[in-house]
């Protein structure tokens, strides 16, 4: 309100003055909500936290082909919500990055404590080919199964 005591010459008018004002400060609480996003709270049962403890464990059991998101709800009695916001809640990362995780950690596994190839080793965490693995397996680790298990092999010596 200070400043609509110091209403300056070039403004026409109070009411352009007020007009910009509020303009303003729309504009500093739109920032605010933007910038001070928070994860929705969800809030556990004990039931929920055990059916989501199950969840995991059924996903790192079921690498090969892990259930939907849809037949996790049917199993669980939890809705698509409560499911995929309360396992990154009790977990920190989604279910697809879960299984993702465990895939990748079972094929490092095989990789250093096997002779499987790769396209085999592939197959066994729930890839259909060698591609999607190759790419998974260098964003998660910085190099290829290949040469990884080279490097590993190079060091046994």
Known sequence: MRSAQKLPTEWRSAEDFCRGKALEA????????????????????????KALENVRKQLSECLLNP?????????????????????????????????????????LELLMESDMPVLEIAKSVGYCGDGHFHKTFRDVYGTTPGKLRKASQENMK
């Open 26 to 49: 729309f504009a500093i609480t739109l920032d605010y909500i933007c910038t001070n996003k928070k994860e929705p709270s969800v809030r556990l049962s004990p039931f929920d936290r």
């Open 67 to 107: 259930p939907q998101i849809k037949e996790l709800t049917r199993i669980t009695g939890l809705n698509k919500q409560k499911l995929m916001s309360g396992f990154k809640l009790l977990n920190g990362i989604t279910i697809y990055e879960y299984v993702k995780r465990v895939r990748m950690q079972k094929a």
